[in-house]
């Protein structure tokens, strides 16, 4: 079942790719030719009865697999967007330059700017997809409302060239050879958000130093691995994303980035971050999402500003680190990990609203849970409690709780009265007195709760957790 399943999302994804115009590109032609000749196979036995060729089956997935970690980046065919004016609306004059705020150029075999769009003197946006433009000039200062530019599969033979401009706040490069991304973005002194999402083969950090001014970087979809970050450091940098990159550790460079409030690490092969990730005092979110963690480091305990962690799909079988220091800590992510019981420290989480623990192998709750008088969601469901964590009890703030499938057997008929309670899952626990659990529900129904039960009623799933 657990094949098939996999099969099934592997094919999924593959129709997602062909609905977005997206293909995977390799770093040799030998393995570009391999992939696509696997896909097909894959393909054409589905077409038939995959059933009675299972065992070739699971080969060509194991090869398409390994084929998948030699990606480098994927192509993708990027369209105009619709809200932005054409160029070719500015050439035969169906529009006035002065009326264009969103400009769009797009399959432009030309090297440089149009002239035409220097007449745009109001223009807020300009999107260039799929040019060769080698520059983009100095002559964009002009432009005083040009806060933006969007640059999609940039196609020349050399790297994009930026001119000193004191103007744009934002800059987007996807769809990208790594070789003919800008050498620096320094020139750009306005810079506040720069986007290098889905470039092909990036593998370095891009340095950044000198653009004083910027606060989000986002290098999602890459091949970065942090190995090089002694060369770069930034005072104000407050967003980092580095979702789906190829990064094993967060290395202690990641300190050159004190003004940090946001950290994503999520879908990265990751299994170790140095305790100098405690040095970045004003993060407040962070996320590692789907990676390889087994524990925290104690450089976690630092973070004194942190509202949200989010560990959810990793391999943690303890939270060993003091979390009584994270006074401001306001949700907590633990679902889908290895956790056989948490630490007693967790009670000290005196600001916790959102705590999710589902799919771990819990067996009991930590008695200082009793203190966690903010609490609004509490997700226990898919652990192995057998008896009722009473701690609950103490936690009357509470507005969504799921203790399905935790083979538990009763609920004691204090949960009747839990006044703010708005979600109530039970399903998929095997009920010692039926008729107690379902008057329990009915008085919670009558103060407006949603009760998911499934004891003489048809069951029903509670809400996907986010």
């Given at each position: 079942m657990?094949?098939?399943?996999?099969?099934?999302?592997?094919?999924?994804?593959?129709?997602t790719?062909?609905?977005?115009?997206?293909?995977?590109?390799?770093?040799?032609?030998?393995?570009?030719?391999?992939f696509?000749q696997?896909?097909?196979?894959?393909?054409e036995?589905?077409t038939?009865?995959p059933?009675?060729r299972?065992?070739?089956?699971?080969?060509?997935?194991?090869?398409?697999?390994?084929?998948?970690?030699?990606?480098?980046g994927y192509?993708?065919?990027?369209?105009?967007?619709?809200?932005?004016?054409?160029?070719?609306?500015?050439?035969?004059k169906s529009?006035?330059?002065?009326?264009?705020t969103?400009?769009?150029?797009s399959?432009?075999?030309?090297?440089?700017?149009?002239?035409?769009?220097?007449?745009?003197?109001?223009?807020?946006?300009?999107?260039?997809?799929?040019?060769?433009?080698?520059?983009?000039p100095?002559?964009l200062n002009k432009l005083?409302n040009?806060?933006?530019i969007?640059?999609?599969?940039?196609?020349?033979?050399?790297?994009?060239k930026l001119?000193?401009?004191?103007?744009?706040e934002?800059?987007?490069?996807?769809?990208?050879?790594s070789?003919?991304?800008?050498?620096?973005?320094?020139?750009?002194?306005?810079?506040?958000?720069?986007?290098?999402?889905?470039?092909?083969?990036?593998?370095?950090?891009?340095?950044?130093?000198k653009?004083?001014?910027?606060?989000?970087?986002?290098l999602?979809?890459?091949?970065?691995?942090?190995?090089?970050?002694?060369r770069?450091?930034?005072?104000?940098?407050e967003e980092?994303?580095?979702?789906?990159?190829?990064?094993?550790?967060?290395?202690?460079?990641?300190?050159?980035f004190?003004?940090?409030?946001?950290?994503?690490?999520?879908?990265?092969?990751?299994?170790?971050?140095?305790?100098?990730?405690?040095?970045?005092?004003?993060?407040?979110?962070?996320a590692?999402?789907n990676?390889?963690?087994?524990?925290?480091?104690?450089?976690?305990?630092e973070?004194?500003?942190?509202?949200?962690?989010?560990?959810?799909?990793?391999?943690?079988?303890?939270?060993?680190?003091?979390?009584?220091?994270?006074?401001?800590?306001?949700?907590?992510?633990?679902?889908?990990n290895?956790?056989?019981?948490?630490?007693?420290s967790i009670?000290?989480?005196?600001?916790?609203?959102e705590?999710?623990?589902?799919?771990?192998?819990?067996?009991?709750?930590?008695?200082s849970?009793?203190?966690?008088?903010?609490?609004?969601?509490l997700?226990?469901?898919?652990n192995?409690?057998?008896?009722?964590p009473?701690?609950?009890l103490?936690?009357?703030n509470?507005?969504?709780?799921?203790?399905?499938?935790?083979?538990?057997?009763?609920?004691?008929e204090?949960?009747?009265?839990?006044?703010?309670?708005?979600?109530?899952?039970l399903?998929?626990?095997?009920?010692?007195?039926d008729?107690?659990?379902?008057?329990?529900?009915?008085?919670?129904?009558?103060?407006g709760?949603?009760?998911?039960?499934?004891t003489?009623?048809k069951?029903v799933?509670?809400?996907?957790?986010?």
């Open positions: 657990k094949k098939t399943l996999n099969i099934v999302l592997v094919l999924a994804c593959l129709n790719a062909n609905a977005q115009i997206t293909t995977p590109v390799f770093s040799s032609k030998k393995d570009s030719t391999e696509a696997v896909q097909q196979s894959i393909r036995i589905f038939q009865n059933q009675d299972q065992a070739e089956l699971d080969s060509l997935m194991n090869l398409s697999n390994t084929l998948r970690s030699k990606i480098i192509r993708t065919i990027y369209k105009p967007q619709e809200a932005f004016t054409s160029y070719s609306d500015l050439l035969n529009v006035e330059p002065t009326s264009v969103q400009l769009s150029i399959n432009n075999t030309s090297k440089k700017l149009p002239a035409i769009v220097f007449s745009c003197t109001n223009l807020n946006e300009l999107e260039l997809v799929n040019t060769k433009v080698k520059l983009l100095k002559k005083t040009l806060k933006s969007y640059v999609y599969n940039h196609v020349s033979d050399k790297k994009l001119s000193k401009n004191k103007t744009v934002r800059l987007l490069v996807r769809g990208t050879e070789t003919q991304l800008p050498k620096n973005y320094q020139s750009f002194t306005a810079l506040r958000e720069l986007d290098l999402t889905g470039n092909i083969g990036l593998n370095s950090f891009p340095d950044i130093s653009n004083t001014r910027l606060t989000k970087l986002n999602l979809n890459n091949q970065l691995t942090l190995t090089d970050l002694d770069v450091s930034h005072q104000t940098l980092l994303n580095l979702l789906n990159n190829k990064v094993t550790t967060v290395p202690a460079n990641i300190a050159n004190p003004g940090l409030k946001k950290l994503i690490l999520s879908n990265n092969p990751l299994h170790s971050i140095d305790p100098s990730i405690g040095r970045l005092k004003n993060l407040e979110e962070i590692f999402y990676c390889k963690l087994t524990d925290l480091t104690p450089g976690f305990e973070l004194e500003n942190l509202r949200q962690i989010d560990l959810y799909h990793n391999q943690l079988k303890t939270v060993s680190i003091d979390l009584s220091k994270l006074q401001k800590l306001e949700i907590l992510y633990l679902s889908h290895e956790l056989t019981s948490l630490t007693e009670g000290q989480l005196s600001q916790l609203r705590l999710y623990l589902s799919h771990n192998r819990l067996n009991y709750l930590p008695k849970m009793t203190k966690l008088s903010q609490l609004r969601v997700r226990i469901n898919n192995s409690l057998t008896s009722f009473y701690e609950i103490t936690l009357k509470l507005e969504n709780l799921d203790i399905s499938r935790t083979n538990l057997y009763s609920i004691p204090d949960m009747s009265s839990f006044e703010h309670l708005q979600i109530f899952a399903t998929g626990n095997k009920w010692e007195k008729d107690e659990i379902i008057r329990i529900a009915e008085a919670l129904r009558k103060r709760t949603i009760v998911h039960l499934n003489l009623e069951e799933d509670p809400p996907r957790e986010n």
